[in-house]
């Protein structure tokens, strides 16, 4: 129904491979016939996890450098290679905050910027929850801080709660909570 | 409180300057004081605009060539350099749906992908609507369609709807149905 809206690719070319992301540039004919140009970013893919325990939302402060700031985001992680995200939840989760989740229950997924990246976040809710191993990857720092709605809605309100996935989860959880 | 996060920046070295967006790689010094690498994208910031006219949710159809194929999107753009965000929001939203709004009011702000990329999306509730003039962008392809919230939970259920802030706004429209 919407196949008129489709580009053509006519041309790919690698910019950079790297740790994380690779660039790619394309060239494409559009549905008029000309040509242009877009500029794409390839990411694994992400998982974030809404894990709620006593009440209470649990999130860690991260220091973003792509922002120059520390944040506060529910647990999150890239995919490893081959992993499935519901396994990827689970390990992010106990990586990040020590909590062993018994089961992850998909939500959703959304692409975070498609007009230049293909990155997937998958959100998870974990359950079932016990005691596990905190054990951050070896260049990453955080810290756990775990906040009521009420206080989770102050932090969006002064810029501590500023990235899409946390958002999202935080209206979740209100939705829920109506 | 979260100083002891941060990572100074001991090296930046420019990769990719585009027409949308640039790479930049970062050597980092960690917390622990040792050093690691950070590659980061660039980009201008971007607008969303949540429009409501006759209880319809105004979604534009766009083809994605970092996704391969179309998706239903609230309208949406990136700033043009030196442009507010909230005059961007009533162009943007006029360019691709021929509405023109009187007032643009803003919601809220999230990064969408803080691990990679400095991108900003405004979000913004368009109001006191009229017609206007449709006029996108010589490479920008998109397609007008109206929804009621019960078919925009449908759209994510198939996929239609799939990035992070149309699937924030429909969330914050049930939230304020409820």
Same mark, same amino acid.
Do not use: W
């Given at each position: 129904?919407?196949?008129?809206?489709?580009?053509?690719?006519?041309?790919?070319?690698?910019?950079?491979?790297?740790r994380i992301?690779?660039? +790619?540039?394309?060239?494409?004919?559009?549905?008029?016939?000309?040509?242009?140009?877009?500029?794409?970013?390839?990411?694994p893919g992400?998982?974030?996890?809404?894990?709620?325990?006593?009440?209470?939302?649990?999130?860690?402060?991260?220091?973003?450098?792509?922002?120059?700031?520390?944040?506060?985001?529910?647990?999150?992680?890239k995919l490893d290679e081959g992993e499935s995200?519901?396994i990827c939840?689970?390990?992010?989760?106990?990586?990040?905050?020590?909590?062993?989740?018994?089961?992850?229950?998909?939500?959703?997924?959304?692409?975070?910027?498609?007009?230049?990246?293909?990155?997937?976040?998958?959100?998870?809710?974990?359950?079932?929850?016990?005691?596990?191993?905190?054990?951050?990857?070896?260049?990453?720092?955080?810290?756990?801080? +775990?906040?009521?709605?009420?206080?989770?809605?102050?932090?969006?309100?002064?810029?501590?709660?500023?990235?899409?996935?946390?958002?999202?989860?935080?209206?979740?959880?209100?939705?829920?909570?109506?």
């Amino acid at each position: 129904m919407t196949d008129h809206l489709k580009e053509e690719t006519i041309h790919t070319e690698g910019i950079y491979k790297g740790r994380i992301i690779d660039l +790619e540039k394309h060239t494409v004919r559009l549905p008029n016939g000309s040509e242009s140009k877009r500029e794409i970013v390839r990411h694994p893919g992400a998982v974030g996890v809404i894990c709620v325990r006593n009440g209470k939302l649990i999130l860690v402060y991260q220091f973003r450098k792509a922002l120059g700031k520390v944040i506060a985001e529910i647990p999150a992680g890239k995919l490893d290679e081959g992993e499935s995200p519901e396994i990827c939840a689970a390990r992010e989760l106990e990586e990040e905050t020590g909590i062993k989740a018994g089961s992850c229950k998909f939500l959703c997924s959304f692409y975070t910027s498609p007009g230049f990246a293909d990155e997937l976040v998958h959100i998870y809710i974990a359950d079932e929850l016990e005691s596990g191993h905190k054990s951050a990857d070896e260049d990453e720092f955080v810290e756990v801080v +775990e906040v009521s709605l009420d206080e989770a809605a102050a932090f969006i309100q002064d810029g501590t709660i500023h990235d899409a996935k946390t958002m999202y989860a935080v209206q979740y959880l209100q939705l829920q909570q109506k």
